[in-house]
Each structure stands twice: as C-alpha cells, then as structure tokens.
C-alpha cells in the first residue's frame, strides 16, 4: 500500500515526477535525481518496504526481479561491459535517506574499494 508522505510512493504514483526508465506491476526504475556517476538509476519495489530489514519471504520475486531488471538496464545504459554497482543502503549509518527500499545502480566510472 502506498505512504504518503513517502517520496518514493509517490513517484510511483505519479505525483512527483521522475525520469522513468523501466516499469512493471512490481517495480520502477528512475534515474537519481544527484547522480554520483555518468550512469546512476534506482530501481524500486512499487510496494512500500521500508529497509532491506522488513523483508519477508513474500519479497523475495520481487527482489530478485530488482536484481534482475537493473542488470538488463545497465546493459541497456551501456554499462553492461564495463561494469556497474548495484547497492541497497539500510539505515542512517549505511546512508539511507529515504525509507522505501532502493537498490542504485551506478556505473560509467572507476570506483574505488568500498568500505
Ligand atoms: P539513499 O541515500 O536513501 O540510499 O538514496 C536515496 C537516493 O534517492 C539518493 O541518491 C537521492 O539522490 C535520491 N532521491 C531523493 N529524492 C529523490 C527524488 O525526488 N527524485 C529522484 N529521482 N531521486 C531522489
Ligand atoms: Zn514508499
């Protein structure tokens, strides 16, 4: 079910506008509004999940069809090859901003180690 005040349901919903990359009846992909590389998108569950913590077992399709529609995106924005990050933050100490989980896709840049 949608959240109103949620920024991300309410790009699903239209009400704010995002490029949009890719949509199904389960997930979005738009590109970042402050990219952090020449490609960088996020791909999200229409579903309003907070973190990567309330995800049950009922998730597990449409995270592993997040996974799956990003790759196929990066391929499609020319990162196939060169290679890409796919990353979900989950809390204030990872860098969670927005509570509806996303996973950022981020490439056409050397990136360093993470940690
Ligand atoms: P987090 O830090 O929560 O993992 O990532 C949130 C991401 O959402 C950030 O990279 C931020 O730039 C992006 N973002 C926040 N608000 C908006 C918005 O209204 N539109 C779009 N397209 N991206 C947003
Ligand atoms: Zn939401």
Do not use: W
């Amino acid at each position: 079910m949608a959240v109103a005040d949620c920024i991300f349901c309410r790009i699903v919903a239209g009400e704010i506008p995002a490029t949009r990359l890719f949509e199904d009846d389960h997930v979005l992909a738009f590109a970042d509004i402050h990219p952090s590389a020449p490609v960088h998108f996020l791909v999200i569950p229409k579903q309003h999940i907070p973190t990567l913590d309330d995800v049950t077992e009922a998730h597990e399709p449409v995270l592993g069809h997040m996974l799956r529609v990003a790759s196929a995106l990066a391929k499609e924005q020319g990162i196939g090859d060169t290679g890409y990050r796919q990353v979900i933050n989950c809390r204030e100490q990872a860098g969670q901003v927005v509570f509806h989980l996303h996973l950022h896709v981020i490439g056409g840049r050397e990136m360093g180690k993470m940690g």
